[in-house]
């Protein structure tokens, strides 16, 4: 599969999309629906949160793979009969061509945050949050607003999902 060189790659070619905006412009929710459409349209997806506060936890003091941590392991998986979970100590921020480099299986991944990352960007501009982007419009594929911005990319409405995945499958997922 022969991919866009504006297109952030893993080794094994996955295209990453990355979803930006200020905080509480709508990029969880928006995330949210946009996973449910890819996936009832047949693709399958990872996603990926990226968390800026140091001392991230999935599982609770005194749980046993909080204490194999607390004990010193840099790695630790909770495995159970439908899913498992890596927990790893870094001791900088991996990127985020590190943390893709593993996934497979998936025909995207589609990344909340990482506004510094070399990947593509969809840009969520909220008018009530903050109508200034935070990306280089020329890090942008695209706009998803409640306004007009003035802007040479394509502007999706914020509600408007189903033309988001049109666009996103077309400009991404064509070739699969």
Partial sequence: MQQSSETAETPSAVPILSIVGHSGSGKTTLLEKLI???KQRGYRLAAIKHHHHRGLRLDEPGTDTWRFAQAGADHVV???PDRAAHLYTFAEEPSLEELTSGIQDVDLILTEGYKHADTPKIEIVRGQVKSVLI?????LVAVVSDQHLDLAVPQIGLN???????????R???SI
């Fill in 135 to 139: 990306s280089d419009p020329s890090d």
């Fill in 172 to 174: 991404f997922l064509a």
């Fill in 160 to 170: 408007d999902v189903g033309n988001l995945a049109d666009f996103i499958q077309a």
């Fill in 78 to 80: 909770l495995a159970g």
């Fill in 36 to 38: 449910q459409e890819l």
